[in-house]
């Protein structure tokens, strides 16, 4: 097994991964679907830089074959910044659940304070 | 550049005195009404030094490039036609400040008045000396929505609101419109300089554009001038302050229309079509609205209608493609100015001494205030035409020429219309006259009331009246020179010849004329008995029809977006995904090699055991989301199998970054989990999951599948080696990556701190409302829901994070310090350091931790980002652009050689706002959890005690 194959079916586990969440109908599921896709698009930016081994992109005198460090800077941000996006999309799903009492992404007003699973019958969500 | 300087001045002085009255809001009436009148004055001398040379044949004009690439420049130019109206706007601009300078009441907001008709005034004298197209567009929209504000001006009334909502909605529709035949129009001429498309009228006659810029150019000026079908908001736009509408919506804004067709005359003019629309709006709007006034009651609405009449008249004129039409279409445009402001601000005298508008409750009024009725019958007399006064003059040169053009082919229409339409002005004009000042009062209570006003009030109309008498006595020593001066201007030939006097000898314009006023005599005697047949006949209600056609739009987008875009994130995300890889499978059919030539890297065992566990961890958080605590452990494997790919594949930095932003997540995470359910009852059905699943899967084989086809090709030509050789001849710095990110590509930083501090600023907005109505209800009821440990800050952990917090400072401050040579750097950093903050609040509560800590994150993020920005301004007093940086090599006793880099200061800031934006949302949600779990203890308490 080489190592691109292992980069690329992680990248598609991921993705895979995060659609399905994504998909789901409560926000904190859709939130970890985000963090999953995440992942996997912070990997497919860096993994465009190609992968290469012991060569960072520390500078000296003695070496004349480096990675290519432009994708790292990208993906360094992203990092940053994914952190950023998730944590604002926690905090407005928390928001709106404390607002509403459900914490299902179209807002339906099935409360979760009446914890007994078997508040709705459509076809939505069981 | 003197003229330069002038003409720049000329149009900046309202915007500049509109500003300082918004600055002085505060400032007495004086202080404002003082302000404007200076500035229109200034400006009207500013106008003065230019008129000599300009009526003289002068041009004077200055360009200064703004966008070229559109083909906008900011250039200003005063020909005769630009002179005549920028004089009509600042003079009268003059008269209309100090008319309401005491007209407004007191404790009325005349800030906000004067400085919104300043910026109108600027608007409007931007329209008239503008000489780029485009640039004239931008002035024209400035107008329209000056005159929203101003027709809004008393907020508190609803016809207020009404009147300047369809104002806009129809000057601004038809300012779209505008826009759209301005673009074309320069577009067919090659040019959008405006002397260069004057010249240019054969080239747009001939282009296959013509008739629908044609079009859409008078769409902008028929809504803009009110003509009719679009006449309908003018009335309305009454509900603004007299000054205003004397102002606005008679002498100027109105007539920016008629401006725009007189200035595009030799482009637009000459055409079959172009006489036949313009000819047959103009006359249809001067008839309609003679007809409506002769039957309004409200002082104003009358003067509006009549308004949209004369506008009417104006705009047939210049319809007739006329070059002797024009020049009674310029001298008419002067007339109206004068006698038309008059009567509105007579009108505003009236009402304010009165107290009512209504005509049927006024009469007899020349008793109690003859200086008013003076001026407001002779300024009554020259809008009905009556010698010796100037609207006679301009209305027999109207009547002369309309027999010169066969409408439809009929030789007598147009006299016989034109003719009609000038009985009815008599009429409306004579009944204004008469049934307000003459006879007997109709009330008692409105005449009881009713006197004279202070000169502050009448002067302005006085004065205009005198104009408007003078322009029948002396016309050709008043005004000759000037209307000459602009014929030529408009029709780009030279004036015809032309005498302005009363008396010409007996012709055919003069027994027209005779017929209108005996026809308007007849009107005003019978004017009883047609106002009941009027009353009686079913007229369409335009403002009902306009919201009805408003109500209906509304309707059917409202409709449109629902249809469209579905109120559900679910559907919207599966439909975006479904798209998307629909792309992709189209992309694909371009075919090629699925597996490129590289060379591929072989794996070690633990690498291929990483991998396993990444795959089973994404595995069980799929088919585990319903335990979320348990989710969190397997979210915190992938992002460290992550990060030790990132150490395995030479990327240091990332891998340093990678678990920092992992601890922060979870600790995020953890602590919104505990507010939110945990275990949700619901899940998808059987049904829905599968095609989800197959979605889910499609998508991640074909962006595996991409991953794949990409790692094993080789890359295209980069420009990383340009980073790796000049990182650190040029940066200063060995750490490529961070010499990109504080040097190379710094601007793309210092973007990404800002979308990171206002996160952590709209996470702060989100939470700290949360106490209130029903999220904080639900916050105060909130209970435990898992088991807890009995002591809440466990003496271990407590004692623990304390020793760590300055180890873990220190690694902090070496990763800063070292950022720019070895893996590091300020957000790196900075994530460290907020994970020791953070710990302390995880161990010993916020409350312990909040009241120690000496730093507000707000400021640290506002600090950060100015620190950034003030490193990249720096460099400018070096004369070097945005960010360029700079480094030297220092030494001290002791420590030895060290080095110094600018991008050190705007890692700085990097590190400030990082750190600000994270410690903001983890302290604030920990803030929150902690209210809610005291409420809930306190509630233990009291049912313990009970």
């Known amino acids: 097994m080489s190592y691109e194959f292992l980069v690329a079916s992680a990248i598609g586990v991921l993705v895979a991964g995060g659609i399905f969440l994504a998909l789901r109908a409560r926000t904190f599921q859709v939130v970890l679907g985000l963090t999953l896709f995440s992942y996997a698009v912070n990997l497919f930016l860096f993994a465009s830089g190609r992968l290469v081994i012991g060569r960072p992109p520390i500078w000296d005198k003695a070496v004349t074959e480096y990675t290519d460090p432009l994708p790292q800077a990208l993906v360094l941000t992203a990092i940053v910044i994914t952190f950023g996006m998730t944590a604002f999309v926690v905090i407005l799903a928390l928001r709106s659940f404390l607002e509403t009492g459900s914490d299902h992404v179209d807002g339906d007003t099935v409360p979760c304070d009446a914890q007994d699973g078997s508040a709705d019958g459509e076809d939505t969500r069981l | ?946």
């Open chain 2, 1 to 946: 550049m003197a003229i330069a300087m002038t003409l720049l001045t000329l149009v900046a002085l309202p915007f500049v005195a509109a500003l300082a009255i918004a600055l002085l809001q505060d400032a007495p009436r004086a202080v404002h009404s003082a302000i404007a009148a200076g500035a229109s004055a200034g400006g009207l001398l500013l106008l003065a030094s230019l008129t000599a040379s300009v009526i003289a044949g002068d041009v004077p004009s200055a360009s200064w490039s703004w966008v070229p690439s559109l083909g906008l420049d900011l250039t200003l130019m005063v020909d005769p036609l630009g002179l005549m109206f920028a004089g009509l706007i600042l003079g009268i601009g003059l008269l209309v400040v100090i008319f309401a300078h005491f007209y407004l009441y007191a404790g009325e907001a005349t800030g906000r008045f004067f400085a919104s008709l300043m910026l109108f005034q600027g608007a409007m004298l931007g329209i008239v000396i503008a000489g780029n197209v485009l640039l004239l567009l931008v002035f024209w929209e400035m107008t329209s929505l000056a005159s929203f504000l101003l027709i809004g001006f008393w907020q508190h009334k609803p016809e207020a609101r009404q009147g300047a909502r369809m104002a806009l909605a129809v000057t601004g529709g038809g300012g779209l419109a505008l826009i759209g035949g301005m673009v074309l129009l320069g577009i067919a001429a090659g040019s959008f300089d405006l002397a260069t498309i004057l010249e240019r009228g054969d080239v747009v006659k001939a282009s296959p554009l013509y008739p629908v810029l044609l079009g859409l150019i008078l769409l902008g000026c028929f809504t803009k001038s009110a003509q009719f079908p679009f006449h309908f908001w003018l009335p309305h736009a009454m509900a603004a302050p007299t000054p205003v509408s004397a102002y606005l919506h008679s002498a100027t804004m109105v007539k920016a229309g008629v401006f725009l067709l007189a200035r595009l005359w030799p482009v637009l003019a000459g055409t079959d079509a172009y006489t036949l629309i313009v000819t047959s709006v103009g006359l249809t709007t001067m008839i309609v609205g003679a007809a409506v006034a002769l039957f309004r009651h409200d002082l104003k609405s009358i003067l509006a209608y009549s308004t949209i009449s004369q506008l009417g008249m104006l705009v047939m004129l210049l319809g007739f493609s006329l070059e002797a039409a024009a020049l009674a279409a310029v001298l008419h445009i002067l007339n109206h100015a004068a006698f038309k402001a008059a009567l509105f601000m007579s009108a505003g005298i009236v009402e304010h001494e009165t107290g009512t508008r209504d005509i049927r409750r006024l009469g007899g009024l020349a008793k109690a205030m003859p200086i008013t009725a003076a001026v407001a019958t002779l300024a009554a007399a020259s809008m009905a035409g009556l010698p010796p006064l100037g609207g006679f003059i301009s209305k027999e040169l109207m009547l002369y020429e309309t027999p010169k053009l066969a409408l439809l082919g009929v030789p007598w229409l147009l006299p016989v219309l034109a003719t009609l339409g000038a009985a009815f002005s008599v009429g409306y004009s004579l009944r204004l006259a008469v049934h307000l000042f003459f006879g007997s009062p109709r009330e008692a209570e409105p005449f009881a009331r009713a006197h004279d006003p202070g000169i502050g009030m009448w002067a302005a109309p006085a004065f205009l009246t005198v104009l408007a008498v003078l322009l029948g006595l002396i016309p050709m020593l008043l005004a000759g020179p000037l209307v000459g001066a602009v014929t030529a201007a408009v029709t780009g030939a030279p004036a015809p010849e032309f005498d302005l006097a009363l008396w010409h000898g007996v012709n055919l314009a003069l027994i027209l004329s005779m017929v209108a006023v005996a026809a308007g005599v007849l009107l005003l005697w019978q004017h009883k008995r047609l106002l009941g047949l009027w009353e009686s006949a079913a007229l369409p209600d335009a403002k009902r029809m306009f919201e009805a056609t408003f109500a209906f739009a509304d309707t059917w987008v409202r409709k449109a977006i629902v249809a469209t875009h579905t109120p559900s994130l679910q559907r919207m995300l599966l439909a975006s995904f479904a798209v998307i890889i629909l792309l992709i499978v189209d992309g694909m059919q371009a075919g090629g090699a699925f597996t490129g030539t590289r060379a591929l890297l072989p794996a070690s065992a633990p690498a291929i055991i990483a991998w396993a566990l990444l795959i089973a961890a994404t595995a069980a958080v799929v088919n585990d989301s319903r335990n979320r605590l348990r989710v969190l452990i397997y979210v915190s494997v992938i992002g460290l199998v992550i990060s030790l790919a990132f150490v395995q594949f030479s990327a240091p930095d990332l891998a340093l970054t990678q678990i920092s932003v992992e601890v922060v997540t979870i600790l995020l995470l953890l602590l919104a989990l505990n507010l939110l359910p945990k275990e949700p009852p619901l899940l998808s059905s059987a049904s829905r999951k599968w095609r989800d699943g197959a979605l889910a899967i499609t998508g991640g084989v074909l962006i595996g599948g991409i991953a794949w086809a990409m790692l094993t090709r080789d890359p295209g030509p980069s420009i990383a080696a340009y980073h790796l050789a000049n990182s650190k001849s040029g940066g200063g710095g060995t750490n490529v990556v961070n010499v990109i990110l504080v040097d190379f590509r710094a601007f793309d930083t210092f973007g990404e701190i800002i979308v990171l501090g206002i996160a952590g600023l709209g996470i702060f907005a989100l939470l700290d409302t949360t106490a209130r109505g029903a999220a904080g209800a639900r916050l105060r009821g909130w209970r435990e829901d898992m088991p807890h440990s009995p002591e809440r800050h466990p003496m271990m952990l407590v004692a623990a994070s304390r020793i760590i917090l300055p180890l873990t400072l220190t690694v902090g401050i070496f990763l800063f310090l070292r950022g720019h040579n070895q893996p590091g750097g300020g957000f790196i950093a900075a994530l460290v350091v907020a994970i020791a903050f953070l710990v302390q609040y995880l161990a010993a509560g916020f409350d312990w931790s909040d009241a120690r800590k000496r730093f507000g994150e707000h400021q640290l993020i506002g600090w950060g980002i100015l620190a950034a920005m003030a490193t990249g301004l720096g460099s400018f007093i070096f004369g070097a652009p945005f960010l360029t940086s700079t480094f030297d090599y220092f030494s001290l006793p002791l420590i030895g050689k060290f080095e110094l880099a600018s991008a050190m200061a705007f890692d700085t800031g990097v590190f400030l706002t990082v750190f600000g934006a994270v410690t903001l949302a983890l302290a604030q949600l920990s803030h929150i959890a902690q209210r809610a779990a005291r409420a809930y203890s306190a509630r233990n308490d009291a049912e313990d005690a009970a």
